[in-house]
């Protein structure tokens, strides 16, 4: 514990001497265990992590991929089963060009962490081009996934364009915090409302001051499947399916995130049905985050990352050390060391770039990956070597 409590200090006053530091320590923990290892027979697993478990409790993860999205999907896939430690099932809907992607082959000891099922894209009401074009290619498809997967109690949307740096079953727990009527979770659209574009430029009505973004959304669809909804086209509440349709007739001329806009519309006549997760925007890092950065430590607000968003991959000047967590997952070899072969040359990575916004912070960035990486490395040998026999 003193030593993280030392390089905790460093990072904040000395980032980039701290990262050496940082180096230095795990490659010699990493050299240690891997001489135990070594030096001893491989015992029987424990019983205790045999267990199945129930298919009720896995993790259910949702993505939308269509056109160019292929590869950075893959990526943030690749990201949610490094970290995670609950089995999980991934709902994937593409286009039919795209499918024979997702069905390659995986390491044995990764694809014990996940099943996963391809769909079509699928809209149940309306014109399916007129929902197919709206803001993105097929990102109105989220809008009807209570309606499609109709089999499935609780539910993990996040955009293509995002990648996990902690373990998703954290973000999992936020369900037992929904009240008994909150059935969604995101996270506000922006940190500072006054300078958000819903404050400044919004034609229709949106949810709280700044409005919320609808890239990372945890719902309960058995609650918004049986839920009526309150709305501006009829005195009574319509279900979900039934005033979809009818909710982007009265609005199309006025929305411009598409889908999006629709979700802040819906939970502006319905806010008791949302929870509105500031944990959810904290842990979202994104370019923004960079340029408030100061305000944030000058406040001791703790941030603990559990996304990256990462806009569509575009590399530009201020998303060069964001894009660094794509290149560096992406690169990856699955059965390689993780500080070895993901920590450390994120670190360089971020070396490189610290002429930018976010480069200019790297301890932000990488000390919750940096835990994240020591709880998997350690729940590895755990449960490889034996509890007991561990020094």
């Avoid at 369900?175 to 909150?182: I, K």
């Avoid at 609005?251 to 979700?263: F, M």
């Avoid at 500080?339 to 200019?360: A, D, N, W």
């Avoid at 960035?365 to 509890?387: C, D, N, S, W």
């Amino acid at each position: 514990d003193s030593v993280y409590e030392t390089l905790v200090v460093c990072s904040i006053t000395c980032p980039f001497s701290c990262l050496l530091l940082v180096n230095m320590h795990f490659i010699l923990e990493a050299e240690f265990h891997t001489y135990q290892l070594s030096t001893m027979e491989r015992p029987v697993e424990s019983r205790s992590f045999q267990v199945v478990l129930p298919h009720e409790l896995w993790i259910h993860l949702a993505v939308v991929a269509c056109g160019n999205r292929l590869e950075e999907t893959l990526v943030m896939l690749k990201s949610a089963v490094l970290f995670s430690h609950r089995k999980m099932q991934f709902h994937i809907f593409t286009e039919e060009s795209l499918k024979p992607e997702f069905d390659k082959q995986w390491p044995d000891s990764y694809t014990k962490k996940f099943e996963h099922r391809i769909y079509p894209i699928t809209f149940s009401v309306g014109n399916p081009q007129e929902w197919k074009k709206l803001f993105k290619p097929c990102a109105a498809q989220r809008l009807f996934l209570p309606v499609i997967l109709k089999d499935v109690d609780s539910l993990l949307y996040v955009d293509t364009d995002v990648l996990f740096l902690r373990p998703v079953d954290d973000i999992w727990k936020l369900l037992r915090q929904f009240n008994s009527t909150q059935l969604a979770a995101m996270a506000p659209e922006h940190e500072i409302p006054k300078i958000g574009w819903y404050s400044r430029f919004a034609r229709h009505p949106f949810y709280g001051s700044a409005g919320v973004n609808s890239g990372v959304m945890l719902m309960n669809l058995t609650r918004i499947r049986s839920a009526q909804f309150k709305n501006s086209m009829i005195p009574t509440g319509l279900a979900w399916e039934d005033m979809l349709y009818p909710l982007y007739q009265k609005y199309k001329n006025a929305i411009t995130w598409g889908d999006q806009d629709l979700l802040n519309i819906i939970f502006y006549f319905n806010p008791g049905r949302f929870s509105f997760e500031n944990a959810l925007g904290i842990w979202n890092l994104k370019t923004i985050h960079c340029i408030i950065s100061s305000a944030v430590e000058e406040n001791n607000l703790h941030i603990s990352p559990f996304i990256c968003i990462l806009i569509g991959v575009s590399v530009t000047k201020n998303k060069l050390s964001l894009f660094s967590f794509f290149y560096i997952i992406f690169q990856f070899p699955f059965q390689d060391n993780l500080f070895q072969s993901m920590y450390y040359p994120l670190q360089l990575k971020f070396l490189e770039t610290v002429h930018t916004l976010c480069g200019r912070i790297p301890q932000v960035f990488l000390k919750q990956i940096e835990k994240t990486m020591k709880r998997a490395y350690e729940k590895h040998v755990i449960i490889r070597v034996g509890p007991n026999q561990m020094h």
